[in-house]
């Protein structure tokens, strides 16, 4: 597993490279309800600089010990980055691995999950 750079604390959390990300990983973690919709509000807060959301920014329905499980699913998969910026954790969709290797994938479960949401 790749070891991400964090900020100035020095912590770093493990993701998979692009190659080790595998397509029933990446299904099975989106599979989740709470997992989908992190994935769907992560997208709404974009990526690149400065972009992407601390965990509480997320609102779920689940305890924050159920909410941590559920990110770490998704960043264990590759579907998610997770950054410390001092004691908070940033969280971005890994959008260019996931296009690479699964063009329209992404797009497609998040467009699903918009039109589930508003149902």
Do not use: W
């Amino acid at each position: 597993m790749e070891r991400v750079p964090t900020t100035t604390t020095g912590r770093e959390l493990p993701h998979p490279d692009r190659a080790e990300i595998r397509l029933e990983t990446v299904l099975h973690a989106l599979a989740d309800p709470v997992r989908l919709r992190i994935a769907h509000s992560l997208d709404a807060f974009g990526e690149g600089a400065g972009q992407g959301a601390a965990c509480s920014d997320v609102e779920l329905p689940v305890s924050p010990s159920t909410a941590t499980h559920h990110y770490r699913v998704l960043r264990e998969a590759g579907v998610i980055n997770q950054c410390y910026r001092g004691t908070a954790k940033i969280n971005c969709l890994r959008r260019a691995d996931l296009d690479a290797l699964f063009p329209g994938l992404l797009d497609a479960v998040l467009r699903a999950a918009a039109r589930q949401l508003k149902r």
